[in-house]
């Protein structure tokens, strides 16, 4: 009997957020100036929030993540996740991402992301994040190095691949769109990637499930804030629709970084055998401690907490 811990790998960026407070969003000036009332700094980056929160959740869990020397990350963070970090010759100063996060009291928000590590990635020729892992996920690198990474892992191991473009849908085309899809087995999008999908690429989730590689369950993941989630896949007949966890108004401090802990809680879940209804179920309610704070690593919950609140919501 296999008693080991679920194995993920996880492919994504490492960054810092600054969370800046104003009261002028969508109410400034030309050429004026915006007073900025704080500045917080937090941990953050798709990669880092994600390979986290599954960590947190049982998984044996890597990250393979680009440059910054400029960069050390906590022992809080190291004792759980194993980091490979790479350092690209000839672009050994350049720095981690950085996430700028505007915010005002009236709920509305902007957010603008720098990124030196782009170039970077696809400047490794072989990443085998694939090797001794369950499943992989994929989130914001660039088009070439994850394709590199999905082709891989589905021509050289029988390990599941999970995609999350996330704000990296933009820099895709329509036919790497296609084979991209042609080579995962699990897709996660929210709201706004689903429209983008839908309008710019021609695609429906059914669609996109035909394409997808079928070496493993297919599934289609689609995250909507406080209207819950929505899952399509080939074991569902039609599709099945979560609520979210609603929180009290005063509770909910800054949804940034609800997504990724949603996609690791859902991925340690599913890998650890669960039902699509359960890992939902439970995803939704890790996420939503990810909302009662500012930062995206700064509340999660123990398990026994996230489960305590998913049976009230949800019932046992």
Known sequence: ????????????????????????????????????????????????????????????????????????FPKEFTDEVHVKQFFVEGQE?????????????????????????LDAYNRIEKANIHKGNDAIHITTTPVEFSLMCARDAQEESDTIVSWAPGQN???WDRINFIRMIQNVNILFINKDERDMIEYQFRFEPNELLELMDDSHDRLIVNTRGEHGCILYSDKIDGYYKLKAVQLEEEA???????????????????????EFAYC???????????????????NYPTRSECENRMDSVYGK
């Open 1 to 72: 009997m296999d008693c080991r811990r679920a194995r993920l790998g996880v492919v994504g960026h490492t960054g810092i957020d600054y969370v800046m407070s104003t009261d002028t969003i969508g109410y400034g000036f030309q050429d004026g100036s915006i007073h900025i009332h704080s500045i917080d700094k937090y941990l953050g980056g798709t990669g880092m929030n994600t390979a986290y929160s599954a960590a947190l959740n049982g998984l044996e869990t890597t990250l393979l993540t680009c440059g910054g020397k400029d960069f050390r």
């Open 280 to 298: 939902a179920k439970y995803a939704s309610t890790w996420a939503s401690f990810i909302a009662e704070t500012e930062g995206c690593q700064t």
């Open 252 to 274: 909910v401090v800054n949804p940034v970084g609800c997504g990724d802990a949603f996609t690791g809680a859902f991925l340690a879940k599913l890998l650890q055998r669960n």
């Open 93 to 117: 100063d350049i720095s981690m991402p950085i996430c700028f996060i505007y915010k005002d009291d009236r709920g509305n928000q902007e957010v603008f992301i720098y990124d030196e590590t």
């Open 169 to 171: 849908l933009q820099l």
